[in-house]
Nanobody, 123 residues
């Protein structure tokens, strides 16, 4: 059974940083592209960042480009999202997701999802 477990969320002031982690189990992690998505109250889930199986390719939403960095450790079956220069509009529940083989940026293409971790950016 595939499990994705996010951690690292919390309350942070504007301009601060957080590092999210997503631990995967029940799948051959190195065969999956990984993505981060977020969903704010009353809004649809949106793409944040994605990384290919071997970390060669990464993609970012324009809204986070230059501030967020996605990375992965295939030996630890973990994907990370380093978030810097956080803004109040980054407040959302952040989800990690796994997609077999090929990287994607749309929610419908992903095969498995975590339960999410809350990130709140507020002074």
């Amino acid at each position: 059974q595939v499990q994705l477990v996010e951690s690292g969320g919390g309350l942070v002031q504007p301009g601060g940083s957080l590092r999210l982690s997503c631990a995967a189990s029940g799948l051959a992690f190195s065969n999956y592209a990984m993505g981060w998505f977020r969903q704010a109250p009353g809004k649809e889930r949106e793409f944040v960042a994605a990384i290919s199986r071997s970390s060669i390719r990464t993609y970012y939403a324009d809204s986070v480009k230059g501030r967020f960095t996605i990375s992965r450790d295939n030996a630890e079956n973990t994907v990370y999202l380093q978030m810097n220069s956080l803004k109040p509009e980054d407040t959302a529940v952040y989800f990690c997701a796994a997609k077999y083989l090929v990287l994607a940026t749309t929610t419908r293409d992903y095969d498995a999802w975590g339960q999410g971790t809350q990130v709140t950016v507020s002074s």
